[in-house]
């Protein structure tokens, strides 16, 4: 077998059109054609329409070394697969006999008799290997047309992935390929395009470095993510490569860089925190909970994080956080001395070693010329003080989700300069 | 224009073809297109490869009466989507000045200096029409070429919804094809085999009938969405049809059935607030703050969400909610009379009319025999008190999603027999 470097992949089904479902089979067998060295070059959804699915795979043949089709192979009248698939390799759907009579066992193992449409599901393209399905009636198939593979496989994941992992694995696994590698550098408190400028003329060399390190850079409100990878001969140098490249960004990046091993920013304030011993609580305003929701998604957390108030009503800041009414009335409750305050008196109450304060403008309404939407305040309060204010861009949900990872951001940074109380 | 019937969508971005992401916005493009009269034909994934995105472009643009790719238009080297569509269409890119000096404003909004690679984004193909993008600095580009449309986006999912509803939508519009009407009916409380079960005799009917209403079940942690859609001539006559649908399995699926207009949970039980002029302040401990990020994703949520406090740690329980710390050594912390306690403390000390407590075991460590992952205890109160033992199925995450629904729901029907205090 000739070796795979590239594949593509057609989902087949009229439901992966609608605004309903998507294609979730190509992410099992994108992280599987990885693992065997192979890159994805592009993928496709198409409805139930014969001649629409031979055009995408005609298509994707005459670009990939390996085509991986999927769903379509059911025994009713819109699973075209099977039809599509011959008519573009130009050969005979054959009704196979041996695999009739598995269907056929099959049903009547359930005391079944078999619908006779399920007759479809024997038909092989002539001159394809079989590829068994342990789950269900369709098997795979599988072709070899001038050096190139086509594979059909059903739709159902749990059938798709077992046939792949037992009869399509092996034979690429056969045709050793070397397998990519990845890492992610992550960062945040800068834009895309901050990151872009000091990123690419680190990266745009790796291009030409050996082995080739290829990166995307991909942007949520409050983190950018720098996802390296290299197809790898060898695996172990191919890590090594990996490991100096995301430190050399890390490097380039600093402080803004939070992890290089694909630990979330509130694992890593987590790691912080538990290696010294110290507690958090916190006070939030317009992210309302959200802080904490993060702090927490980290299973363990209950050993560093204490709790604390969400604080919608400024009256709330008062009576449960200790801030002065009278502060409030004459800095506004979006100001840096009232997040100042909602950090330190979260920290007394709970009795926390860190606390953090949260206070802005979320949107939509609430804004003004001095203090527009999306003006956050965000205090940390522990041995050392900080206080930052940030203007975030986008939505109600944008300014929260930047206001969550600044605040853990902050709290990152500040513990650098943590002193014992 | 030619009536647009048909069209494809080429989603661009190397992070797509990984094993961690999928193309969502295909699916906020598709709801658009079918509202207007538009099939969805196909769509592909391509990387930030120019050659091969103009390769699918063109075999798109040979299928399709409008094609729509997304992403690409960053301001980075591998944001390709402005010069392969220059190729396919055969023209030049040219620097709009406007383009251009509107993307510096925005950066010196917001105090900072426009990065030199940002030039990139005013680069627009000679002919194009813009499509001004309200939410970020690339602006989409729209090209007739021999009767067919090419729609150029921004790959994130505000900015390019913004730009198709602004500028996409009222060209389609006037193109005048039969709609597509949806209506959407969201329960909680119930799993998706349990709606299944009740529905689908009902809508099975729907299929046969004048006109054609067909549905689709999803399923998220929390909320079941049924989807209802028929392909209307009369727009009137379409939504007449749904109403009716939507009512019969509203009144089927009482009292689990919480919407049938679209309307998110959190705005149900803020509705309901709002319109008894109450006040609401929340307890939490498992979900830690997900429950009050949630009520106040609602705009205008301050107007009846006091805040409250995330108990996390039982000391926090007991020393800002009161609940007495006996309780707790003989109840445990996840119990009814501790959720009753939490309710009851958090009502009282913000002074709000309803409290809510959520207290339970999310996992992954935690679980007991007696009291295993997914056991959440919650309760009410306010004139009248409920409380709720539930065992959500799932990891960290979904019970987390499941406790959250679950509270909003026993908010919302609890408020059908509040009586005043």
Not at 44 to 49: F, I, N, Q
Not at 297 to 326: C, F, I, M, N, Q
């Amino acid at each position: 077998m000739a070796r795979v470097r590239t594949a593509e992949i057609v989902a087949v089904g009229s439901e992966l059109l609608t605004p309903f479902r998507l294609d979730t089979n190509s992410l099992v067998i994108t992280e599987r054609l990885n693992e065997l060295g192979v890159a994805l070059t592009g993928k496709s959804v198409v409805g139930d329409d014969r001649s629409r699915l031979a055009t995408r795979l005609r298509e994707a043949l005459a670009r990939a070394d390996l085509v991986v089709a999927t769903g379509g192979l059911g025994p009713t009248a819109d699973d075209v697969t099977r039809d599509a698939a011959a008519e573009v390799v130009g050969r005979e759907l054959v009704e196979d006999p041996a695999v009739l009579s598995t269907i056929r066992e099959r049903f009547a193992r359930r005391g079944v008799r078999m619908p006779e449409i399920n007759r479809r599901q024997a038909q092989v393209i002539a001159g394809a290997a079989l590829l068994p399905n342990p789950y269900g009636t369709a098997p795979g198939q599988l072709l070899e047309i001038e050096g190139r593979l086509l594979v059909l496989l059903p739709g159902p994941t749990r059938e798709m992935q077992a046939i792949f992992d037992e009869s399509v694995r092996p034979r690429l696994e056969r045709s050793g390929a070397p397998g990519v590698e990845r890492r992610v550098v992550k960062v945040t408190g800068r834009s895309e395009s901050q990151v872009e400028e000091i990123a690419h003329p680190i990266y745009a060399r790796w291009l030409d470095a050996e082995p080739v390190i290829e990166t995307t850079i991909l942007a949520s409100p409050g983190v950018i993510e720098l996802h390296l990878s290299t197809l790898a001969e060898d695996a172990a140098l191919g890590r090594e490569a990996l490991e100096r490249a995301a430190r050399e960004l890390e490097a380039a990046l600093a402080p803004a860089a939070f992890s290089i091993d694909g630990r979330p920013l509130e694992r890593v304030v987590g790691k912080l925190l538990h290696d010294r011993g110290w507690t958090i609580a916190v006070a939030e305003s317009c992210t309302a909970g959200l802080l904490l929701a993060r702090l927490t998604e980290v299973p363990g957390s209950s050993a560093w994080v204490l709790g604390g108030v969400v604080a919608y009503a400024d009256d709330v800041k008062t009576r449960h956080l200790g801030v002065p009414a009278s502060l409030i009335a004459s800095e506004g409750a979006v100001s840096a001395a009232v997040a100042e305050a909602m950090a330190d008196g979260v920290r007394e109450r709970f009795g926390a070693d860190v606390g953090v304060g949260v206070t802005g403008i979320a949107g939509p309404g609430g804004g003004s010329d001095a203090k527009p939407v999306g003006t956050v305040w965000i205090a940390v309060s522990a041995a050392n003080r900080a206080r930052q204010r940030y203007l975030f861009p986008g939505d109600r949900q944008a300014v929260r989700q930047h206001a969550v990872a600044a605040a853990l951001d902050l709290v990152r940074r500040q513990s650098g300069v943590w002193v014992p109380t």
